[in-house]
Each structure stands twice: as C-alpha cells, then as structure tokens.
C-alpha cells in the first residue's frame, strides 16, 4: 500500500502543478504587493458637495415625517420648506462648481421622492385625511405614488433627443417640491386661524395638485433664473432676498400661503408661453420648407444651415 501511494503520489504531482500556479505574493503577508488590485481615482471635493447638500435635505425630509408623529406640525412644514430650498441650491451649486454626476443625479431624484411625496402625504393625513380611514391613507399614497412618477418620467425626457431646446425652459408638469409646498395650503390657512377645512375638500385638494404632478401641463422651471445679475442690480437683489428670508421667517403662514395662491394662478402662463414657443418653431419649419424641398431637388445643393444649440445639462 505505501508503494501504490508513492506511485500515485508522484503521478498526480505534474497535473497539480499544471492546474495551481505558483503565488506572485503570500496571501498572508498584508504589506506585500498585490498586482491584481484594482486602483480607483481619487474623487473631487467639489463633486461630494452637492450630493452633502442633498443629503441634509433628505435628512430634512425624514425629520419632518417624525416631528409630524410627535405632532408638531409647526417645525414638521419647516423641515419640508428647509428640504425644498436645499433641494433648489444643490444642482445649481453642482452646475457652478462643476460638480455634477450620474450618482448626485439618482440620489436627488430618490431624495426628493421622500421628501416631497412621503413626507408632505404622511403629514397631511395624520392632520386631517385620518378621518377618512383607508380612503383618505389612499389619498395620501395617491400623492406620494404621484410624485414618484412625476420624478421618473423627468428623468427620463431629461434625455430626450427629441427635445427642442427651448424645452429646457419648462417642466412638463409641476415639479415635486412646488407640488409638496402647494399640497399643503389647508394647513397654512389652519395655522393662520381660520378653521379646519373638512376631510373631504383636503381629500379633493389633494387628489388635484397629484394630478397636476403627473399632467402634461407646461410649467417655468426657473433654471435660467439668477444665472446673470446686472452690476445695478446686484445691491438690490440682495435686499430683496434678505427681505423675502425675514418674511418667510417673521410670518410664515402669510408668506407660504400667498406664494402658494400666485403660484397656481401663474401656472396658464406656463402654458401660454410653451404654446408661443411651439407656434413659432411651426412657423420656422414651415418657411423653412420650401428651400428644403428646392435644396433636395437639385443634386449635390447642400442643406440649408439648420441651428442645433448645445442641449442643457441634468440639474445635479
């Protein structure tokens, strides 16, 4: 037996010397080199920024949802203001700093999804929609679903090529932030001292501004707001802004509340001017057709010049 063994033993060494290499490097030894090491590049300081910022709106968000448990209310619509003003600084800080990335896009889209669709659904039926039961916790996940697909569908015709460029200037639909500050204009108006409104005009309130969410309405986007001050009216925008802050923080159910009023009245304005914009596009392919159609008759005439400005960039 000890024969056959140092038989087979002397057989089967080639084929497992064959089969396992020898080790560039001692698997226990932590200091000694490791060719197979993948090296990742060092990543910017100033791409870090904005996903910080968004993240302190997401921590915002989640706050509000358990001050809204602990029934206050007041600081909850203060966590959801502050969530929505540092949601509209981190991509245009990303855009200033050169900071923007596919990772800072997907972390503001499910950033804002807790903080403008669960949490203000959340709050408005712990306030009053609990009355209603299951049909008011359906108007309340009717909302925050709304919000979802109002952040999914943006991310996708954020890449359309199809887009005119103009487009840019206009949200289809109301954005998720506007939609979670406006949804919750009966609170405002409780907190001014007027009374309670009923379960079901909040019910119906917010059933509408969802829908608005996911509608196909044109709305400003402000993207190109604040891109360009001119030397006079740098001092005063400074007050202006220092004196909007004080009012929203002397009076801020009066604040809340008017700019939630001028923000619905202004939205056929929106699309008054995306229907301007359409019609002019029409009538400059329509004028420009006839050369087209000239240009192609004759063989080898090159194509009229056709304008194909830089499309612009995702927010963050």
């Given at each position: 037996m000890a024969r056959f063994a140092g038989?087979?033993?002397?057989?089967?060494?080639?084929?497992?010397?064959?089969?396992?290499?020898?080790?560039s490097f001692s698997p226990f030894d932590p200091n000694g080199p490791d060719p197979r090491r993948r090296r990742f590049r060092a990543i910017p300081v100033r791409v870090l920024v904005p996903n910080v910022i968004t993240l302190l709106a997401l921590c915002a968000g989640l706050t509000a949802i358990r001050l809204a448990f602990e029934q206050k209310l007041e600081l909850a619509l203060a966590?959801?203001?502050?969530?929505?003003?540092?949601?509209?600084?981190?991509?245009?800080?990303?855009?200033?700093?050169?900071?923007?990335?596919?990772?800072?896009?997907?972390?503001?889209?499910?950033?804002?999804?807790?903080?403008?669709?669960?949490a203000p659904g959340l709050m408005l039926y712990l306030w009053d929609l609990s009355e209603y039961g299951n049909v008011g916790w359906i108007a309340a996940m009717v909302f925050a679903i709304c919000g979802a697909l109002r952040l999914a569908r943006f991310n996708v015709m954020i890449d359309d090529p199809n887009r005119p460029v103009w487009g840019g200037n206009f949200f289809t639909g109301v954005?998720?932030?506007?939609?979670?500050?406006?949804?919750?204009?009966?609170?405002?108006?409780?907190?001014?001292?007027?009374?309670k409104a009923a379960p079901t005009i909040v019910l119906i309130y917010t059933l509408a501004i969802a829908s608005l969410m996911v509608s196909q309405l044109p709305v400003f986007s402000g993207k190109n707001v604040g891109k360009r001050v001119s030397p006079e009216?740098?001092?005063?925008?400074?007050?202006?802004?220092?004196?909007?802050?004080?009012?929203?923080i002397?009076?801020?159910?009066?604040?809340?509340?008017?700019?939630?009023?001028?923000?619905?009245?202004?939205?056929?304005?929106?699309?008054?001017?995306?229907?301007?914009?359409?019609?002019?596009?029409?009538?400059?392919?329509?004028?420009?057709?006839?050369?087209?159609?000239?240009?192609?008759?004759?063989?080898?005439?090159?194509?009229?010049?056709?304008d194909a400005p830089e499309r612009p960039a995702r927010l963050n």
């Open positions: 038989v087979t033993a002397a057989v089967a060494a080639p084929s497992i010397r064959r089969y396992i290499g020898p080790m966590a959801i203001v502050f969530a929505a003003a540092l949601d509209g600084i981190d991509g245009r800080i990303a855009r200033l700093i050169k900071g923007q990335s596919r990772f800072g896009a997907e972390l503001d889209s499910l950033a804002d999804f807790v903080n403008f669709g669960c954005p998720a932030p506007a939609g979670a500050i406006i949804v919750m204009l009966p609170i405002y108006i409780n907190l001014l001292g007027a009374p009216m740098v001092l005063p925008a400074f007050v202006l802004v220092i004196l909007f802050i004080a009012l929203l002397a009076y801020p159910w009066w604040v809340l509340s008017i700019g939630t009023v001028c923000y619905l009245i202004c939205l056929p304005l929106g699309w008054l001017s995306y229907r301007a914009h359409r019609r002019r596009d029409e009538a400059h392919a329509a004028a420009m057709a006839p050369a087209a159609a000239e240009a192609s008759a004759v063989p080898g005439a090159p194509l009229p010049p056709v």
